[in-house]
Nanobody
Framework: QVQLVESGGGLVQAGGSLRLSCAAS????????MGWFRQAPGKEREFVGA????????YYTDSVKGRFTISKDNAKNTVYLQMNSLKPEDTAVYYC????????????????WGQGTQVTVSS
């Protein structure tokens, strides 16, 4: 079992930055990927990006490329989502997820999910 806990959400003005954290615990193995997803009211859960176990490979959806960066600290078992140049349309509940399919953007390919953290971007 893998437990994931997101933190760092909050209210930020457009153009600002926010850093989300996802702490993982439990039985984890090498070769896994950590994904970030978001879900806005009335919309489907959307893939944001993912990072490999090694941290060497990352994937991003087109809408966040150049603005968001995923990184990880293996010593702390923590994955980060650095969000810069935030826009009101980035407002959503952000979730981290654990899976073994590299770079998958599909919700179904992730086995464990965090509870989510709210990110609100005001204009």
């Amino acid at each position: 079992q893998v437990q994931l806990v997101e933190s760092g959400g909050g209210l930020v003005q457009a153009g600002g930055s926010l850093r989300l954290s996802c702490a993982a615990s439990g039985r984890t193995v090498s070769s896994y990927f950590m994904g970030w997803f978001r879900q806005a009211p009335g919309k489907e859960r959307e893939f944001v990006g993912a990072i490999s176990w090694s941290g060497r490979t990352t994937y991003y959806t087109d809408s966040v490329k150049g603005r968001f960066t995923i990184s990880k600290d293996n010593a702390k078992n923590t994955v980060y989502l650095q969000m810069n140049s935030l826009k009101p349309e980035d407002t959503a509940v952000y979730y981290c997820a654990w899976g073994v399919v590299g770079g998958s953007s599909s919700v179904s390919q992730y086995r464990y999910w965090g509870q989510g953290t709210q990110v609100t971007v005001s204009s």
